[in-house]
């Protein structure tokens, strides 16, 4: 009798505290699109496109990048000193930069940490850039060894619609260049 009693009253614990446990808080900002990432060292060109998920909660972002027709192969976590990458074989990598990360994951350094602020049209504010207006609006900024070009911007948000990011190594390595298309946001 006493064990049953004992179970009930178990049960009952583990209901309450599931019931005082604080849920994951819906992201401040959930930005989607397609991309198009071209690679050239030489004669040597590759390419590879297609979409996009970036979740902003925080200061934690959430990267998904999926075949065109939807298949996520890669997911990256970030947060304030770490950095988690799964890859297409679900293979999983963690470190303190996501952009190191990304790199001995993939052999491109793919620019995913400022990638939320370039997105919203302003540099990263921890780290070093120079920026250009154009008619009000960002029109160029130049950070971590890339070069966000905004091409367009939405009527509806004014937020940075198509942007382009290129990167010339210093030395050894290919190119690498990013087109963005961020959908607008669905009401």
């Known amino acids: 009798m006493w064990r049953r009693a004992f179970r009930v009253g178990l049960a009952a614990l ?3 505290l599931s019931a005082c446990a604080t ?3 819906p992201p401040e900002r959930v ?3 397609r991309f198009v990432a071209i690679a050239a060292n030489g004669e040597r060109r590759e390419s590879v496109s297609g979409l996009f998920t970036l979740e902003v909660r925080g ?3 959430t990267i998904d990048l999926a075949t065109p027709v939807g298949t996520t192969v890669a997911r990256i976590e970030i947060e304030p000193g770490r950095a988690t990458a799964t890859g297409p074989q679900l293979q999983t990598a963690s470190g303190p930069d996501a952009d190191l990360l990304v790199e001995d994951l993939t052999g491109f350094r793919l620019p995913v940490s400022g990638l939320a602020d370039w997105i919203d049209g302003h540099p990263s504010p921890d780290r070093p850039a120079s920026t250009q207006r154009e008619g009000g609006q960002v029109s160029e900024i130049k950070q971590d060894g890339w070069t966000i070009r ?7 948000t004014q937020r940075p619609r198509r942007l382009l990011l290129e990167r010339v190594p210093n030395g050894a390595g ?3 260049s990013v087109r963005l298309i961020v959908d607008e946001p669905v009401p």
């Open 31 to 33: 930005y989607s699109g």
């Open 23 to 25: 849920p994951t808080p």
């Open 59 to 61: 200061a934690r972002k």
């Open 14 to 16: 583990a209901l309450w």
């Open 150 to 156: 905004y091409a367009e911007y939405s009527s509806v």
């Open 174 to 176: 290919p190119a690498l």
